[in-house]
């Protein structure tokens, strides 16, 4: 369902777009700051926007819409929907237990009255003696007994403390493989992005204003203080 958002206070917003016409995708959020004014109204990652400041984002590219945030100097409007999360609930089926005693399975019990007991036959045999007689030699053998070690049981080795992994500073998660160091942050290869452009900065020249990465050309228009900065 669509909902209306808006932001107000200038920028920096706190937010960055992706998709676009360009790439077959709507605009929507693609990452958004932490206690940013973004993160403050609501707004989530994987938001679609249906429109800035009231015009439509259907046929935008992503390029324009980033003009259309930018033109938004002290009040950001944004029509948003929001993709429905389904919760998984498990299949009940109903199951009927019959407690109903069968009487064919008691016919095995046999009732009997006015029978004259009988003596209870040997139900196993009698128990042999310790010492036993060799009927050949008519001496009595004596069991022998003899000492067994128990199996030694080898300790096992210590396992070895698991290293802890470098935390990503945009997606949150654990770093395994090449990792990229920027200032006091470590970053994901593909999560070393300029803010604004989302332009990959692992082989080129990058700046770190505000504990923002911003590629050289954005970099400038950020650090020239420009009545539109970069959302």
């Known amino acids: 369902m669509p909902q209306n958002l808006v932001l107000g206070g200038g920028a920096p917003w706190g937010f960055r ?19 940013g004014k973004a993160s403050l109204a609501n707004l989530c990652r994987g938001d679609v926007i249906l429109a800035i400041g009231g015009v439509s984002t259907e046929s935008m590219t992503l390029s324009e819409g980033q003009n259309a945030v930018l033109s938004s100097t002290q009040q950001l409007c944004f029509k948003i929907e929001r993709p429905e999360t389904r919760l998984w609930s498990p299949q009940m089926e109903p199951f009927r237990v019959d407690l109903q005693t069968d009487e064919k399975d008691l016919g095995h019990f046999e009732h009997k009255f006015n029978v004259r007991p009988r003596p209870f036959g040997p139900s196993v045999d009698p128990v042999a003696s310790v010492e036993t007689i060799d009927d050949n ?38 770093i395994i493989g090449p990792v990229v160091h ?21 082989h080129r020249g990058y700046y770190l ?20 900065p970069p959302c």
């Open 182 to 202: 920027a200032g006091e942050k470590w970053r994901h290869p593909a999560c070393f992005l300029c803010v604004f452009c989302g332009t990959e900065l692992k």
């Open 209 to 228: 204003i505000e504990g923002e990465l911003y590629c050289q050309e954005h970099a400038s228009v950020r650090a020239q203080g420009a009545a539109n």
């Open 137 to 174: 030699n008519n001496s009595v053998s004596r069991p022998t007994t003899r000492h067994v070690a128990a199996p030694l049981t080898k300790p096992q080795p210590p396992v070895a403390k698991l290293q802890k992994l470098p935390m990503c500073d945009v997606c949150g998660k654990g």
């Open 17 to 35: 777009l992706t998709g676009g016409k360009e790439n077959n995708q709507p605009i929507s959020i693609g990452r958004v700051t932490p206690g």
